[in-house]
């Protein structure tokens, strides 16, 4: 998906008035909050140990791709997509390019896969909207390459004819990675193919960028259903083993099922977003993670990541730094842009240690999701905003629930703050919109909370001001809460730089203090188990003015995720029963003064591997 192209009269305007001075990027805290490597497993960035090999499959007689005409090992069928998706005017142009239409599209896919023994898991990567002329699937090699040799038969899906100006066609991009499924099926089923009983169906990740990362949560959402939502004429057999999802600078709401956003439930779901990215120029995804629900016993989990300084082209070769076609040297300001390489290194890292986790229930590689510190030195030497969230969940107070700001997400749980200059619950915005159709909502509630320079945030009595949840007396207990569980929740600052303060000392922290039933009372600092980060500041376009207009605020509000083992607020009360704890406190005392958003407050079992891996890096 592209940002809308300038007129020729702005562009000329824009090249003719040079560059407005914009916002200085936030300083990099990089060589601290990087500078620790804990996880006790290989770096899942580097190459595993199989020997890789590639091939083509597709229809055998495409007139555009010649991978896919001459050179192709395995022959599929076409698939009739016409109900499922409308060329309108540009039926008949489309057709005489690519020689056939909708009723009639091919399943073309370039793999790379263990030249092994063995049985693998199905690793499918589909690519966005771009120019259907400058083929994209060739831009995942780099994925292709080192998934294969770690043991995932990995495939870059060719969806290129649905590419161009064209609108609302994501559920025919995600019906079609179930159509690659079904060929794969018959791969796994073929007694002289060369997949016979190599394929593991029940340990199906999808992968996709831009559109492609909402597409592959519409095929998730159709692989459970019978009929498709927009024309039950339409059958749906597929029941594949699909586990997990990975979406890349995803879209949210191209494609709205019976004109709802898209639900998700009992699926593994990985997200993430660059902060300059100049075409999906917010982060959506978050919208999509929100809607990632877990039910029952499931293991699962779900995780965010906000990259500073990563694009949206960069995590694709052929894409690359041009997020707004050849024209963006002149439109977007590359030079506040990471490093390609390193951009993809990030995505290599996490997307293969996501995997590992979640098709190889190899828990080695969860604390990667839960704090991103315990592999600091693996990582670019830039920001980055994180959130994880495991099935088992129990929130105490998530802000959605009613419009009384006293009452949390449990019945009998009560919201108080004291010596707060305000306290108030409301929704997280987006930057920008995705189109003009769509809310700039994060479609999401949070208490927001701010308190003054008065006495070292003291009031005239010297109590901090502070924000608690105060808690029924059995339910930690009902819960089997007790010093293997986590206290969880979401936070960031929300204010650039609070006023009055400098850029040095307008830093934000705070603690959290917790009580348990004997009164007994524990108390750390926030920062101690991440970086409490104001908002980033963003500068895409090279015209700040034009920005402001066109894109939106100069920053936006990410909510990082915390994690703090009960265990710890044992060793600061000694005799601390985590089993009855009766408050939860987050106490503004290490701050003079800031503002904040708090989110999903309540309690995870510890997450696997957790402790063997995390870093204190506040002691």
């Not at 008949?92 to 009639?104: H, L, M, Q």
Request: proline share 5%; aromatic share 10%; hydrophobic share 40%.
């Amino acid at each position: 998906m592209k940002l809308r192209r300038l007129s020729g009269f702005a562009a000329l305007a824009l090249v003719a008035a040079g560059c407005a001075q914009g916002p200085p990027l936030t300083r990099s805290d990089a060589d601290t909050v990087l500078a620790h490597l804990a996880l006790e497993a290989p770096n899942p960035a580097e190459p595993g140990p199989y020997p890789v090999a590639r091939l083509y499959y597709g229809s055998g007689t495409d007139r555009r791709r010649v991978e896919f005409r001459d050179s192709v090992t395995l022959k599929t069928a076409t698939v009739d997509a016409s109900k499922l998706v409308s060329l309108g005017a540009s039926a008949a142009s489309r057709k005489r390019y690519w020689g056939f239409g909708p009723d009639a599209f091919p399943v073309n896919g370039r793999a790379w896969y263990p030249d092994a023994p063995g049985r693998f898991p199905l690793v499918l990567v589909v690519h966005g909207n771009h120019d259907m002329k400058d083929f994209s699937d060739p831009g995942y090699a780099y994925l292709g390459e080192l998934l294969a040799s770690r043991g995932f038969i990995t495939v870059s899906v060719d969806e290129n004819f649905l590419n161009g100006n064209i609108q609302e066609e994501n559920d025919a991009r995600g019906w079609m990675l179930l159509r690659h499924l079904e060929a794969w099926r018959v791969f796994d089923a073929d007694s002289a193919g060369i997949f016979r009983g190599k394929v593991d169906l029940d340990r199906v990740a999808l992968i996709g960028h831009s559109r492609g990362g909402e597409a592959v949560a519409v095929a998730a959402a159709f692989n459970g259903l019978s009929h498709y939502p927009d024309d039950a004429t339409v059958r749906f057999d597929f029941g594949f083993g699909i586990r997990s999802l990975v979406a890349i600078a995803p879209v949210d709401g191209q494609y709205l099922p019976t004109g709802r956003p898209t639900p998700l439930s009992d699926v593994n779901y990985l997200v993430f977003h660059g902060s300059h990215d100049g075409d999906v120029s917010s982060f959506h995804g978050l919208r999509q993670y929100q809607r990632v629900s877990f039910t029952g016993a499931v293991d699962r989990f779900k995780a965010a990541v906000y990259m500073y300084r990563a694009n949206h082209g960069q995590w694709n070769t052929v894409w690359n730094a041009n997020d707004n076609g050849p024209r963006s040297p002149r439109i977007l300001d590359l030079d506040e842009l990471v490093d390609g390489e390193d951009q993809r290194r990030f995505g290599k890292l996490y997307i293969a240690a996501f995997l590992e986790a979640t098709l190889r229930d190899d828990d080695r590689y969860r604390p990667i999701f839960v704090d991103h510190r315990t592999v600091g030195r693996w990582l670019p030497p830039t920001l980055f905003v994180t959130r994880f969230r495991a099935a088992g969940f129990r929130a105490v107070a998530d802000f959605e629930e009613d419009i009384d700001v006293t009452t949390g997400s449990v019945p009998g749980v009560v919201l108080a703050a004291d010596s707060v200059a305000s306290w108030a619950e409301k929704r997280l915005d987006l930057r920008s919109r995705n189109r003009a159709s769509t809310s700039a909502s994060q479609v999401n509630q949070a208490v927001w909370l701010e308190w003054k320079a008065r006495a070292a945030g003291t009031d005239s009595a010297g109590v901090p001001g502070s924000f608690r949840i105060d808690l029924p007396d059995s339910l930690a207990a009902s819960w089997g809460v007790d010093s293997t569980w986590t206290l969880d929740f979401l936070l960031a600052a929300t204010s650039v730089k609070p006023d009055s303060l400098s850029d040095d000392d307008a830093r934000t922290d705070l603690s959290v203090e917790v009580s348990d039933g004997a009164g007994r009372v524990a108390r750390v600092p926030v920062s101690r188990y991440g970086p409490v980060r104001r908002p980033l500041r963003i500068s895409l376009l090279r015209r700040k003015e034009i920005e402001k207009a066109r894109v939106g605020a100069d920053h936006e509000i990410v909510l990082q995720g915390f994690t703090i083992p009960l265990s710890d607020l044992a060793r600061e009360a000694p005799g601390f029963d985590a089993g009855t704890v009766r408050s939860i406190g987050f106490v503004f005392d290490r701050s003079p003064a800031g503002s904040i958003a708090l989110d999903e407050v309540g309690f995870s079992r510890l997450p696997a591997g957790y402790l063997s891996a995390r870093i204190d890096l506040g002691r």
